[in-house]
């Protein structure tokens, strides 16, 4: 069996051809090309390079702009160092240890049930405390690197080596007192 070219193949490949080159040559005009928009778009949010080869300012608005936007964060995050320099929490505390041994934690460092660690619902990641075990007095430095613990009524959760330092690892509870400390590196 002899196979032909079909003559109409080479026809079809021409005319889609034509059709696509017609349809780029369509979005193209001479004072309004894609390139111009987009330097229309965006010239006033990034910055152009100028003849002299320097980057020209950008607009006032947007710098007092962005002025406003990084105070207003500064400002929340002042009354958030204040709020957090002066916490003081007395309440219910548990410990967590091989469940979740070798797992990230909410600021992703492992956490390692061996270590000097807690977690607590709502103190900067990661933060030193001072817990205080109110039974027998006994007092450890700890980082927050994570968040917890999920059961009402617990004020922080505490590594098994913390639980120990503090005496409570045979009751898996303890009441304490949590301080804050600082930010932790």
């Not at 889609?16 to 229309?40: E, H, I, K, Q």
């Not at 390079?49 to 929340?76: D, M, Q, Y």
């Amino acid at each position: 069996m002899k196979i032909r070219a079909n003559p109409n193949g080479k026809q079809i490949t021409r005319l889609l051809v034509l059709g696509v080159a017609s349809l780029m040559l369509a979005n193209c005009t001479t004072d309004d090309n894609v390139a111009s928009r987009a330097d229309r778009k965006h010239a006033s949010t990034s910055p152009r390079i100028a003849a002299t080869g320097e980057i020209a300012p950008k607009s006032e608005s947007i710098v007092r702009k962005r002025t406003v936007k990084v105070a207003r964060e500064h400002a929340v995050e002042k009354v958030i160092a204040e709020k957090t320099a002066s916490y003081t929490a007395v309440g219910v505390a548990s410990w967590y240890g091989e469940d979740f041994h070798g797992r990230r934690t909410a600021n992703g460092e492992t956490f390692n049930m061996n270590s000097f660690s807690a977690a607590h619902p709502s103190l900067p990641l990661p933060s030193n405390v001072r817990v205080t075990n109110l039974g027998n007095q006994r007092s450890v430095v700890v980082r927050v690197n994570d968040r917890g613990p999920f059961v009402g009524g617990r004020v922080i959760d505490v590594s098994a080596k913390t639980a120990k330092a503090l005496g409570f690892y045979d009751d898996g509870l303890s009441k304490v007192k949590v301080e804050y400390v600082g930010r932790a590196q």
